[in-house]
């Protein structure tokens, strides 16, 4: 039941497809409070390896949420039938803009 409740309050980052301009600190900050969270919720011991615990509760870490949610929304607007979002995911300005680097930088370099 904790896991339950842990994924439907705990592991809904709305939006987190489209936060390009957050800094390196905050994403850490935010990385930290999930774990943290997690571990009082278990009540695992401080010294506790966070991936193991989320694998063993079948429960997403930070990291794989955001990925997940990036993926899935460039495949929304990559088979969008909207002309409006299909000019612009054919355009240059796409591939070059900030929030397509910092796409390709969760998904392809962490």
Do not use: P
């Amino acid at each position: 039941m904790k896991c339950l409740l842990f994924k439907a309050f705990c592991c809904s980052f709305y939006w987190c497809h489209l936060w390009s301009n957050c800094t390196k600190e905050s994403c850490r900050r935010l990385k930290v409070a999930h774990n943290r969270v997690f571990r009082n919720l278990m009540k695992l011991r401080r010294r506790t390896s966070m991936s193991q615990s989320f694998i063993k509760y079948n429960v997403s870490h930070s990291d794989v949420i955001i990925r997940k949610s990036i993926l899935g929304f460039m495949k929304r607007i990559t088979l969008s039938n909207n002309d409006l979002v299909c000019t612009l995911v054919n355009s240059n300005h796409y591939f070059n803009s900030s929030l397509f680097r910092y796409w390709a930088f969760n998904l392809f370099t962490k």
